[in-house]
Every structure is written in structure tokens, then in C-alpha cells.
């Protein structure tokens, strides 16, 4: 067991696990931070994506031994009233179907959007490559990064 202070949501946490702890469960089962979600385990579906620092990573395969003070954003902290445009544009698209994917969906989105403001549409395709939705909402998806582009 080790000790490790994390930046999360714009607050200092302390921890004590072992270093080979995946970021998903620290954030889960020790901070109760629930949006995030166990999809495969091994990193393919995106389920579980969160923001270390400015990029969307996987947290299922993360362990938190290399986070190091790098500051990690989860569903939970990308906006405190659900605005975040790319939240906004989420329900004004309607994609939710079973929802499950969604957190990891919008964590994606909003690590595009940060980072290329206007995408294009291959752009978007590449971006979310590997968020897996079984319920088949890509077009939707599409459509709501698109118009969070625009907010």
C-alpha cells in the first residue's frame, strides 16, 4: 500500500492503495465518483475515459501510480450544473438511449472539443474511435459534437 494525493475535480484527495490500482476503481469503489463506468476492463470500449490532464484516457487500464499531479476530471467534475456545452448539446440531440456509455461518450467529446475547437467530421470519427455504444447512437453523437462546437 502506498500513499498518493490526486488532483480530481478540482480537489486534493488522498489515497492509500496499492499502486497498481486502476484509476477506475480508486475513483468508484475509494472516492464514490459513480459516473465513470467498468465496461470490458481492458481499455476498448471507453466506458470508463476520464481527463488526465487535457487528454481523454482510460481510466481501466490506468494505474494510479502514473498519475503522478496531474490534474484528473471526471463526468462528475466537467461541469457542477450539467452545462458543460457538450452536456447541453448530449440532450438537445437526444442520444441517450441506455445511457451507460455516455459518461465515457462525453468525456471523449469534451477532450476533442478542448483540443480542436471545430472539428471535422473524420476528425470526430478518429476522436471517438473505440467509445463503443452498443445502443448504435454514432450519428447522434456526431451530430451533438458538432453542434457543442457551435455553444
Request: with cysteine; net charge negative.
Amino acid at each position: 500500500m502506498a500513499n498518493f494525493t490526486l488532483k480530481i475535480n478540482g480537489k486534493t484527495e488522498q489515497i492509500e492503495v496499492d499502486g497498481s490500482t486502476p484509476m477506475l476503481w480508486v475513483l468508484r469503489d475509494h472516492l464514490k465518483l459513480v459516473g465513470t463506468k467498468y465496461g470490458c476492463g481492458i481499455a476498448q470500449c471507453g466506458a470508463c475515459t476520464i481527463h488526465l490532464g487535457d487528454n481523454a484516457v482510460r481510466s481501466c487500464q490506468l494505474p494510479i501510480s502514473t498519475v503522478g499531479e496531474q490534474e484528473i476530471t471526471t463526468i462528475e467534475g466537467l461541469s457542477e450544473e450539467g452545462d458543460h456545452p457538450v452536456q447541453q448539446a448530449w440532450l438537445e440531440e437526444d442520444v441517450y438511449q441506455c445511457g451507460y456509455c455516455q459518461a465515457g461518450q462525453i468525456m471523449s467529446a469534451s477532450a476533442l472539443l478542448n483540443q480542436n475547437p471545430n472539428p471535422t467530421d473524420s476528425e470526430i470519427e478518429n476522436a471517438m474511435n473505440g467509445n463503443i455504444c452498443r445502443c448504435g447512437t454514432y450519428t447522434r453523437i456526431k451530430k451533438a459534437i458538432k453542434k457543442a462546437s457551435t455553444i
